[in-house]
């Protein structure tokens, strides 16, 4: 099975509105970390933010934001504002421990493309 | 956030080859590094974590004496690709890790 799931199609957003990219994920450790990243066609890969699975709140970045359900097991990301710069690749990650340790390889998903529309 | 280098960023090499890929960590010492492949339009997948001073954990499937990995000090990990073939084609990148991973710009390498 895999660990994250991303099956989104290529999603369009118009300029300044909010779009979510959804992510699930599976595992049986019950400490675990989720990300997400950006990859413009550059390729270069940029961390936008991360959910602990103890984390009580949804965590925030600027206009990034996290929706986590925990018992759904998705960490879907909300972009709000969209701009054209937003036009990118979305990867959504884990790592089993959410915690600094030995075992901190990520798993990606299979990722979701953006076009943010003027 | 932290900066990661790789070097070089493209490269084109003839069948039969080897090629070397460094990964930086510049204003932060790391323990481990990774290593990624990304085929076109596909996700990152992982072929092997980096150690300082240790061998490397290499990724079921990932042939070890093909993809020769060196940590040899806490800022610097290469990667080389030993007798390059098409097949080998890709875009590699690293990462370091420190509270999160933080990834190099990836290199793109052509096997003609």
């Known amino acids: 099975a895999q660990k994250i799931t991303q099956t989104q199609p290529g999603m369009f957003v118009q300029e300044k509105e909010a779009v979510t990219l959804d992510c699930t994920y599976d595992?049986?450790?019950?400490?675990?970390?989720l990300f997400w990243y950006k990859q413009p066609s550059s390729g270069e890969m940029i961390f936008l933010i991360y959910?602990?699975?103890?984390?009580?709140q949804n965590a925030t970045e600027g206009r990034y934001s996290l929706n986590f359900q925990k018992a759904r097991k998705s960490a879907n990301l909300v972009i709000s504002a969209s701009q054209l710069g937003d036009s990118a690749m979305y990867f959504c990650?884990?790592?089993?421990?959410?915690?600094?340790?030995?075992?901190?390889?990520?798993?990606f998903g299979k990722g979701i493309t953006l076009s943010v529309r003027p | 956030g932290a900066v990661v280098s790789q070097h070089p960023s493209w490269v084109i090499c003839k069948s039969g080859t080897s090629v070397k890929i460094e990964c930086r960590s510049l204003?932060?010492?790391?323990?481990?590094m990774f290593w990624y492949r990304q085929f076109p339009k596909q996700s990152l997948m992982l072929m092997a974590t980096?150690?300082?001073?240790?061998?490397?954990?290499?990724e079921q499937g990932v042939e070890k004496d093909k993809f020769l990995i060196n940590h040899a000090s806490l800022t610097l990990s290469t990667l080389t690709v030993t007798s390059a073939h098409p097949e080998d084609s890709s875009f590699y990148i690293c990462?370091?890790?420190?509270?999160?991973?933080?990834f190099g710009p990836g290199t793109r390498l052509t096997v003609l």
């Open positions: 990462s370091a890790r420190r509270d999160t991973q933080f």
């Open positions: 595992t049986s450790d019950p400490s675990y970390g």
């Open positions: 959910q602990g699975s103890y984390d009580q």
């Open positions: 990650a884990m790592r089993e421990s959410s915690f600094t340790g030995a075992n901190s390889k990520l798993t």
């Open positions: 204003d932060f010492q790391a323990t481990t």
């Open positions: 980096s150690n300082e001073g240790s061998k490397a954990t290499y």
